[in-house]
């Protein structure tokens, strides 16, 4: 049996990718039409929270070969090195034990949540469920937000050229997308700048544009 410290030494020693991807490099996302617009691995239907679902019953690799052949591993690795991360955050579980059980599930030995639980018996199995199913929907929940971030950031991007066309600088839409919040926002205060009114001005008093 491996102490938890030699454990997390050897986890530790992979290249993380702990910290939230960029939308461009992102291994979860929502696509129109693709499962109902649910949290998907990329380039496959197989929607994140039913990964971490089946990790309560079997190891990682079986689950790639059997059950989800289209998914990547290394997607399904970081999908877990960021759950872990939420999971502590959360509280579900102290930072130690999310990184022993995340990063056993996605290693090379073949863990199974049984399998770390006859090691680590003084974590308990509910414990361990409510984490991986926390992290599904936490990771579902992400790309959610980064979606509605990435459109917001093309809105601005659109105003602040429709903007400039009409003769206002950039410092202007800087100003009026800094208070958005969705690209909705953006678009109705760049209708009501183009048809006259004080878009900003309406806005930082909560009115409708």
Same mark, same amino acid.
């Given at each position: 049996?491996?102490?938890?410290?030699?454990?997390?030494?050897?986890?530790?020693?992979?290249?993380?990718?702990?910290?939230?991807?960029?939308?461009?490099?992102?291994?979860?996302?929502?696509?129109?039409?693709?499962?109902?617009?649910?949290?998907?691995?990329?380039?496959?239907?197989?929607?994140?929270?039913?990964?971490?679902?089946?990790?309560? #019953?079997?190891?990682?690799?079986?689950?790639?070969? +059997?059950?989800?052949?289209?998914? =990547? %591993?290394? &997607?399904?690795? /970081? !999908? *877990?090195?960021?759950?872990?991360?939420?999971?502590?955050?959360?509280?579900?579980?102290?930072?130690?034990?999310?990184?022993?059980?995340?990063?056993?599930?996605?290693?090379?030995?073949?863990?199974?949540?049984?399998?770390?639980?006859?090691?680590?018996?003084?974590?308990?199995?509910?414990?361990?469920?409510?984490?991986?199913?926390? #992290?599904?929907?936490?990771?579902?929940?992400?790309? +959610?937000?980064?979606?509605?971030? =990435? %459109?917001? &950031?093309?809105? /601005? !991007? *659109?105003?602040?050229?429709?903007?400039?066309?009409?003769?206002?600088?950039?410092?202007?839409?800087?100003?009026?997308?800094?208070?958005?919040?969705?690209?909705?926002?953006?678009?109705?205060?760049?209708?009501?700048?183009?048809?006259?009114?004080?878009?900003?001005?309406?806005?930082?008093?909560?009115?409708?544009?």
């Amino acid at each position: 049996m491996r102490s938890a410290a030699k454990r997390l030494d050897a986890l530790r020693g992979r290249s993380s990718t702990v910290e939230r991807a960029s939308p461009r490099d992102a291994v979860i996302v929502r696509r129109p039409g693709v499962m109902g617009g649910a949290a998907c691995f990329r380039g496959t239907r197989v929607n994140v929270e039913t990964l971490f679902v089946n990790l309560v #019953a079997d190891d990682l690799d079986t689950i790639v070969d +059997e059950s989800f052949p289209t998914l =990547d %591993r290394d &997607d399904c690795i /970081a !999908a *877990l090195e960021r759950g872990a991360v939420l999971v502590a955050e959360a509280g579900l579980l102290t930072r130690e034990e999310a990184q022993l059980l995340f990063g056993l599930l996605g290693s090379k030995w073949h863990v199974s949540l049984d399998g770390f639980l006859d090691e680590y018996p003084e974590v308990s199995r509910d414990r361990c469920v409510a984490a991986l199913r926390y #992290a599904g929907a936490a990771l579902a929940a992400e790309a +959610e937000f980064e979606q509605q971030a =990435d %459109r917001l &950031d093309a809105a /601005a !991007a *659109l105003a602040v050229r429709i903007l400039r066309r009409t003769g206002q600088g950039g410092d202007f839409a800087i100003a009026l997308c800094s208070e958005a919040e969705t690209e909705a926002d953006v678009y109705r205060w760049l209708a009501g700048y183009l048809l006259g009114g004080d878009a900003l001005a309406r806005a930082a008093r909560g009115e409708e544009p």
